[in-house]
């Protein structure tokens, strides 16, 4: 695979992850992301939570699914350094936005509140190295 060799050629801090860990840890948060998620989409469409408190949710799928493209398919550190500090401003407001509602969902993303928090200084990282 071309654009996981790029990667490999990079830059990294010490501190981080192996490659292998990205795969594990994302098969569970995203299980988490599809069960909240879901359920701040259903209650919008079932009238009970306006359109804005969904938003957040919304764009925070869109960013996190442009990530891997951004990354690995452009290949530009710079594009994705963007994306996911896109894709943790989307947490927090939509952990902001939700907690009136349903507090829950705040709870179970706490995983990857601090997944997306820790992957964001190593993006920045990876960044900064590579200029």
């Given at each position: 695979m071309?654009?996981?060799s790029?990667?490999?050629t990079l830059?990294?801090?010490?501190?981080?992850?192996?490659a292998?860990l990205?795969?594990?840890?994302?098969?569970?948060?995203?299980?988490?992301i599809a069960?909240?998620?879901?359920?701040?989409?259903?209650k919008y469409?079932k009238?009970?939570?306006p359109?804005?408190?969904?938003?957040?949710?919304i764009?925070?799928l869109?960013?996190n699914?442009?990530?891997?493209?951004?990354?690995?398919?452009?290949?530009?550190?710079?594009?994705?350094?963007?994306?996911?500090?896109?894709v943790?401003?989307?947490?927090?407001w939509?952990?902001?936005?939700?907690y009136?509602?349903?507090?829950?969902?705040?709870?179970?993303?706490?995983p990857?509140?601090?997944?997306?928090?820790f992957?964001?200084?190593?993006?920045?990282t990876?960044t900064?190295?590579?200029?």
């Amino acid at each position: 695979m071309r654009t996981y060799s790029w990667y490999a050629t990079l830059i990294k801090p010490e501190w981080a992850p192996p490659a292998w860990l990205f795969g594990p840890v994302w098969s569970v948060l995203y299980t988490i992301i599809a069960i909240s998620f879901g359920y701040v989409v259903y209650k919008y469409f079932k009238g009970e939570i306006p359109f804005l408190i969904s938003l957040p949710f919304i764009l925070n799928l869109v960013f996190n699914f442009a990530f891997t493209p951004l990354q690995f398919g452009l290949q530009n550190n710079f594009l994705a350094a963007v994306d996911i500090l896109l894709v943790l401003g989307t947490i927090i407001w939509a952990g902001v936005v939700i907690y009136p509602y349903y507090p829950w969902v705040v709870f179970v993303n706490i995983p990857y509140f601090l997944w997306v928090s820790f992957a964001t200084v190593l993006q920045l990282t990876i960044t900064y190295l590579n200029l």
